[in-house]
């Protein structure tokens, strides 16, 4: 346990609502991350940041946001939910320098109907 | 571009048995490479990685894993099963491109048969 918990952990919504998750770290890790869980898949890299309102995309990007406005929440958002939103989310961080190995939170289940 | 294969979706081992669980994968540059284990229903936990030094790694639950750089694999391991065991494995490479980005496989489901 790293110190990370997302919120909320389960969330049903309809297509064309805007939705936001949070990912909440307690130990000032500067790398965070977001990334969906889909089978046949794997894991798959949505946006990271690596400091305050400093963020990046990763491979499946498209119709996702990010904000960082403090160290310790990553929030990622959803402007208006789609079908293939549906997917389980993770929030990871990432120790870096010498330890250079990614934590993950427990997860959000998150269905788009 | 940097990526990493599990080339099996699903592997069967009987318990007390030795299981191997493959990961090939194709960097530039020295790589560095990870194992995680995803329970049901939770997130992925941090087994063992392969940064440099010694080509075999030791990590969590008695697990092991073999770097090997002319095959560009970096096999997971462990000498004797248990049903325990049974989840799904994901491998992991580092970007080595300047950022902290991951590249993760799409998982490999272990099924440890008593």
């Known amino acids: 346990d790293a110190g990370i918990t997302q919120s909320p952990r389960h969330k049903v919504t309809e297509t064309g609502t805007p939705v936001t998750l949070r990912c909440h770290q307690t130990?000032?890790?500067?790398?965070m991350y977001w990334y969906r869980q889909d089978p046949g898949h794997g894991l798959r890299l949505i946006h990271y940041?690596?400091?305050?309102?400093?963020?990046d995309k990763g491979e499946v990007s498209d119709g996702y946001s990010v904000s960082r406005s403090k160290t310790e929440d990553f929030l990622l958002t959803l402007e208006s939910a789609t079908s293939s939103q549906t997917s389980v989310y993770f929030c990871?961080?990432?120790?870096?320098?010498?330890?250079?190995?990614?934590?993950f939170g427990p997860g959000t289940r998150l269905t788009v109907l | 571009a940097q990526s990493v294969a599990q080339p099996e979706d699903q592997v069967n081992v009987a318990e007390g048995n030795p299981l191997t669980v493959k990961c090939t994968y194709s960097?530039?540059?020295?790589?560095?490479l990870f194992w995680y284990v995803q329970y049901p229903n939770r997130g992925l936990q941090f087994l063992l990685k392969?940064?440099?030094?010694?080509?075999l790694v030791k990590g969590s639950y008695g697990f092991e894993a073999e770097f090997n750089k002319s095959q560009t694999s970096f096999h997971l391991k462990k000498p004797s099963a248990l049903v325990s065991d049974s989840a799904l494995y994901f491998c992991?490479?580092?970007?080595?491109?300047?950022?902290?980005?991951?590249?993760f496989g799409t998982g490999t489901r272990l099924k440890v048969l008593a």
């Open positions: 992991a490479v580092r970007d080595m491109g300047g950022t902290y980005k991951y590249i």
């Open positions: 130990e000032n890790h500067r790398y």
């Open positions: 392969y940064i440099t030094g010694d080509n």
């Open positions: 990871a961080i990432n120790l870096a320098g010498a330890e250079d190995t990614q934590y």
């Open positions: 960097v530039s540059g020295n790589p560095y």
């Open positions: 940041s690596y400091g305050v309102k400093d963020t």
